[in-house]
């Protein structure tokens, strides 16, 4: 019994983060100078619920960094970049990260609230830079554009598509078909 009552004030618990985590990127997306009041409002919490689980905003932010380097982590294995042929395994970690929608969204849109946090090197990156350097060594990618560079390509056309999505009010799947048109078009050999 007493386990059962841990684990239902556990699952709680991690529902409430969930949820001011989502608020956080929702909220700061809209208005990155927004207060822990506006985002606890947003996730339907109190400043004491709020304050309990990211006491500054700092901390929400740091937050915020974690939970999404853990989602785009877990993104990339869902892709199985080291799968198959390089383009198509290419297209699915593009497919994989724009579903992950507003919060990589905001990491690009408002860098200056994470800082070095975000500008580091991580396994996601690691792994598309090996899926290009396979490309390159199976002659399915351009050798001219460098892993690096190809991964700032993902990420910037990822962003315009998030954009085009949002202010000019394509759909999803429209704006997604576009993406991954222009991606095998930019780095096909």
């Not at 841990?6 to 709680?12: D, K, L, P, Q, W």
């Not at 390089?86 to 579903?99: D, H, K």
């Not at 969204?105 to 990156?125: C, I, K, R, T, V």
């Not at 490309?135 to 351009?142: N, R, V």
Request: proline share 5%; hydrophobic share 45%.
């Amino acid at each position: 019994m007493v386990n059962e009552l841990g684990a239902a004030e556990s699952s709680t618990r991690a529902r409430t983060r969930r949820a001011i985590l989502d608020a956080g990127v929702t909220v700061l997306s809209q208005h990155s100078g927004a207060s822990l009041a506006e985002v606890a409002n947003a996730a339907g919490v109190g400043r004491t619920t709020m304050h309990r689980y990211f006491p500054e905003r700092a901390d929400l932010i740091t937050g915020i960094t974690a939970d999404l380097t853990e989602q785009i982590a877990a993104a990339t294995e869902r892709a199985r970049p080291q799968d198959g042929p390089p383009l198509p395994a290419l297209e699915r970690v593009c497919q994989a990260y724009f579903a992950l929608g507003d919060g990589p969204m905001l990491m690009l849109n408002e860098p200056q609230l994470f800082g070095p946090a975000w500008d580091h090197m991580n396994e996601a990156d690691r792994a598309v830079l090996e899926l290009v350097e396979r490309g390159h060594a199976e002659g399915a990618m351009d050798v001219a554009l460098t892993p690096e560079w190809v991964l700032s390509v993902l990420w910037s056309l990822l962003y315009s598509t998030w954009l085009h999505t949002r202010e000019d009010d394509v759909p999803e799947h429209d704006a997604l078909a576009l993406c991954l048109r222009t991606l095998r078009k930019a780095v096909a050999a």
